[in-house]
């Protein structure tokens, strides 16, 4: 005889942190929101989020200071998912942080990414991945990126999605600096004032990373929010991860986070160490580009 299958009790997800591999800005909504061109890279850092079966809903970060309301983004995507689905259900929602937090690694979408990918499966609602990201973008403009992830060219607000081949080998050290995080409203805000002389070439990327040319990618690489993040350790940031031999250095997303590209691990891992050495506050990451978005990583 069959066995019974046994509902899902818990499920743990990962949900990987983004790099902005170029940012541009090439216009304004009617909304107010800015018309990026961007390339994203999901990357090694990934928020944990366990989920348990409940009647109500509870969210949870341990150790973290970000504050588990009804504005958290993981709050938001639990609802929106059960709003959708009607189901009569709640869930126990764990969010163990791992990505800094107002960095433009999106770590916020990766925990709205994370409850959207993990609530599908843990109640077997088997919506696709154009249903969540369609709830998806209404959370955030990168949660659809976050549930897809990979290597895309990414355009409208951050919501229209062009997986790419993915980028070349290489490895990154990210440095969020401890002065602080950037609020991304504020960092558009001071773009609208002060515009930008940055405007990288994402087409150029594009072909880039399809030729498989990490020299062309890095020579590509570039953010139009970098000079109105307000992040003002940005400069010396990036100047120093060249000096210990990046081959680029930007900012992601609206910062305050700055990353270098490196073509192996010992030499991301070795310019880490230097500038951890040299900056005890900051958070210094090394991690490679990773395939995928948020995705189901245990059952029980
Ligand atoms: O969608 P998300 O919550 O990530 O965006 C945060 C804020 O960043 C928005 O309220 C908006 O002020 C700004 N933003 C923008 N244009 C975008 C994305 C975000 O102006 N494409």
Same mark, same amino acid.
């Given at each position: 005889m069959p066995r019974p299958v046994l509902p899902l009790r818990e499920v743990t997800v990962l949900a990987p942190a983004k790099l902005?591999?170029?940012? /541009? $800005?090439?216009?304004?909504?009617?909304? +107010?929101?800015?018309?990026? /061109?961007?390339?994203?890279?999901?990357?090694?850092?990934?928020?944990?989020?366990?989920?348990?079966?409940?009647?109500?809903?509870?969210?949870?970060?341990?150790?973290?200071? $970000?504050?588990? +309301?009804?504005?958290?983004?993981?709050?938001?995507?639990?609802?929106?998912?059960?709003?959708?689905?009607?189901?009569?259900?709640?869930? /126990?929602?764990t969010v163990y942080?791992?990505?800094?937090?107002r960095a433009g690694m999106a770590g916020g979408s990766a925990d709205a990414a994370g409850v959207l990918a993990g609530l599908n499966e843990l109640y077997g609602a088997r919506l696709s991945m154009s249903?969540?990201?369609?709830?998806?973008?209404?959370? +955030?403009? /990168?949660?659809?990126?976050?549930?897809?992830?990979g290597t895309c060219r990414v355009s409208g607000v951050g919501d229209v999605l062009k997986p790419l081949p993915p980028c070349p080998a290489c490895w990154f050290c990210i440095v969020m600096p401890a002065g602080g995080g950037v609020s991304t409203p504020e960092a558009f805000a001071r773009y609208d004032t002060l515009g930008s002389s940055l405007h990288p070439d994402c087409a150029a990327q594009e072909a880039a990373i399809r030729a498989g040319d990490l020299a062309g990618l890095c020579a590509a690489a570039g953010n139009a929010l970098e000079e109105c993040s307000g992040a003002s350790e940005t400069p010396a940031l990036k100047a120093r991860l060249r000096q210990l031999?990046?081959?680029?250095?930007?900012?992601?997303?609206? +910062?305050?986070?700055?990353?270098?590209?490196?073509?192996?691990?010992?030499?991301?891992?070795?310019?880490a160490e230097t500038l951890s050495r040299e900056k005890p506050e900051a958070q210094v990451f090394c991690a490679p580009p990773v395939r995928g978005g948020a995705r189901v990583a245990g059952r029980r």
């Open positions: 902005n591999l170029s940012l /541009d $800005v090439t216009g304004r909504m009617p909304n +107010g929101y800015h018309a990026l /061109d961007m390339v994203m890279q999901t990357v090694g850092l990934y928020e944990r989020l366990v989920l348990r079966r409940s009647a109500g809903l509870h969210l949870r970060l341990p150790g973290s200071r $970000v504050f588990a +309301g009804e504005n958290n983004t993981a709050w938001k995507a639990a609802v929106s998912f059960l709003r959708y689905t009607g189901l009569l259900a709640g869930a /126990d929602i942080k791992e990505v800094p937090v249903e969540l990201c369609a709830l998806g973008a209404q959370l +955030g403009a /990168d949660v659809p990126f976050a549930l897809l992830g031999g990046a081959a680029a250095s930007l900012m992601t997303g609206s +910062g305050a986070a700055v990353y270098g590209v490196f073509e192996t691990e010992a030499a991301a891992r070795a310019a």
